[in-house]
């Protein structure tokens, strides 16, 4: 089976799946795919790496995973597909669909937007360094943050938090945050965790955006796994000014 046509059909699978799922991550949409078919959320998340994020070029979706597939966007097999859901530019064995332009400039592009993002970055960050070494070279935590103070504040600061040597690095993405099923775990391009976790003396659990230490207790933090997902994270958060009050 051509690519092209298998790429265009995995493309619509998502997007699909994307219009019936609250999280858009690779994790959550493979698996609600996985539990509309009998295709495994493993085998979903390769063929999301290969034929959406185009980063696992050397694997190959079996021709009855593509049935499957093509079930969900309730076509009968492969071939209905080709016959009353592709279009026509898609319907060649090799070669790119149109427009070609688009795609050949494309990288150009994001080249270019990186590069400018990095030196925006650069810049920023210099000024914000420069603004908090020549007054706050100190910082503290202050419940779901750390925040630049002055090294005169003494031992500990007004939040009760003892005040410590500047660390830009945690300064700027060391943050406790709630989560929900929305939340994104992981990593789209690696899959590593983009969440931390600890249980509090409560037997709450607490969420972080980078590894460490609990700023407060000292303990380690482990990283954000499947189990701890289905286990614990709640489907949405409530928040109390989205509920009518009574008079």
């Excluded at 799922?21 to 009998?38: D, G, Y």
């Excluded at 696992?56 to 049935?67: A, G, P, V």
């Excluded at 332009?101 to 592009?109: E, G, S, T």
Aim: proline fraction near 6%; charge should be neutral.
């Amino acid at each position: 089976m051509g690519d092209n046509r298998v790429e265009y059909l995995v493309q619509e699978v998502f997007k699909k799946a994307t219009q019936e799922t609250v999280s858009h991550t690779r994790f959550a949409l493979a698996r609600h795919i996985a539990e509309k078919t009998n295709l495994s959320s493993k085998t979903l998340e390769r063929a999301y790496d290969k034929y959406v994020k185009k980063t696992k070029t050397n694997y190959q979706l079996q021709e009855d995973s593509i049935d499957l597939l093509c079930n969900y966007l309730e076509f009968e097999n492969f071939t209905d597909y080709i016959n009353q859901g592709i279009p026509p530019s898609y319907t060649r064995d090799i070669g790119e669909p149109k427009p070609m332009a688009i795609k050949r400039i494309m990288p150009f592009l994001m080249a270019l937007v990186g590069i400018l993002a990095i030196v925006g970055i650069v810049y920023i960050w210099s000024v914000k360094r420069e603004n908090i070494q020549s007054h706050q070279n100190c910082m503290t935590w202050a419940d779901s943050l750390y925040l630049p103070v002055s090294c005169d504040s003494g031992p500990q600061s007004k939040y009760g938090t003892p005040v410590l040597p500047l660390d830009p690095v945690k300064l700027n993405s060391f943050k406790k945050v709630k989560v929900t099923m929305a939340t994104q775990f992981f990593s789209d391009q690696t899959n590593q965790p983009l969440i931390w976790y600890t249980k509090n003396k409560d037997g709450e659990i607490e969420y972080f955006t980078a590894p460490g230490l609990h700023p407060t207790t000292g303990k380690t933090l482990d990283e954000i796994t499947e189990y701890i997902i289905e286990k614990y994270v709640p489907p949405h958060i409530n928040r109390p000014e989205s509920f009518l009050m009574d008079n």
